[in-house]
């Protein structure tokens, strides 16, 4: 099983409000990614980070911000939530080391934050 | 454009019954493909990851399928229990990618009933 945790898990909010989302992985991984999906709908990916102080933008654009200030931790931001922030947000992690290619490597995902904005 | 199609969008069997799903890919070059359990509310869950030389790879009662030359892949589950109801998504990489960046289906939402 994956030791990669979201916090919260659940969120609602009110327009306007800033919110972060937690996410931490003690599996000693550098890289770690941030998922959006919305139900029925494929992955989104909107912010990476390929290890401490290294982040990027992801392919969906996001007003959400990230930080990586350790490799454990991946927090994202939102500073003023509107409900089309109302998503799953989903952190992911992969394995570091040479045994395989960078893109073979397995992807390892939280649990999720559920967030509605009202 | 680099896609991911799955089939069907959702499907109900009954308990102990077999199934199959599909997921359709031009993603290219390509480097390799995955098929994620996700259940209701949670993370995905990685149950197989299938390079270009492999045909087939199975893990307990899942086994996927690979045709790198009409770019199909399947997903069959044997002897299904209840369980299994999630969503399978199908995930396919490039070979110019990071790992970061991968093409994902919309995944199938099985249902298993008693």
């Known amino acids: 099983e994956a030791d990669i945790y979201q916090t919260p898990r659940y969120l609602v909010i009110g327009t306007g409000k800033k919110i972060t989302l937690e996410c931490s992985q003690t599996m000693g991984h550098d890289k770690m990614y941030w998922y959006q999906q919305d139900p029925g709908m494929e992955l989104h990916l909107i912010h990476y980070?390929?290890?401490?102080?290294?982040?990027e933008k992801g392919d969906l654009s996001s007003e959400s911000t990230v930080s990586r200030i350790r490799t454990e931790h991946f927090p994202l931001t939102l500073e003023s939530a509107r409900p089309s922030h109302t998503s799953q947000y989903l952190c992911?992690?992969?394995?570091?080391?040479?045994?395989?290619?960078?893109?073979?490597?397995?992807?390892?995902f939280g649990e999720g934050s559920r967030l509605t904005v009202l | 454009k680099n896609q991911v199609e799955q089939s069907p969008q959702s499907l109900i069997i009954l308990e102990g019954k077999n199934c199959t799903l599909q997921c359709n890919y031009t993603v290219s070059p390509f480097s390799n493909l995955r098929w994620y359990k996700q259940d209701t509310g949670r993370g995905p869950v990685s149950l197989t990851i299938?390079?270009?030389?492999?045909n087939t790879k199975s893990n307990g009662r899942y086994t996927a399928t690979l045709d790198a030359d009409t770019k199909q892949s399947s997903l069959h589950i044997t002897a299904s229990q209840l369980s299994d109801s999630a969503s399978y998504i199908c995930?396919?990489?490039?070979?110019?990618?990071?790992?970061?960046?991968?093409?994902f289906g919309r995944g199938t939402q099985l249902t298993v009933w008693p």
């Open positions: 992911a992690s992969s394995e570091t080391g040479k045994t395989a290619p960078e893109n073979h490597r397995e992807l390892f």
């Open positions: 299938m390079t270009f030389s492999e």
């Open positions: 980070s390929y290890g401490v102080n290294s982040t």
């Open positions: 995930v396919v990489s490039d070979r110019g990618s990071t790992l970061g960046r991968l093409y």
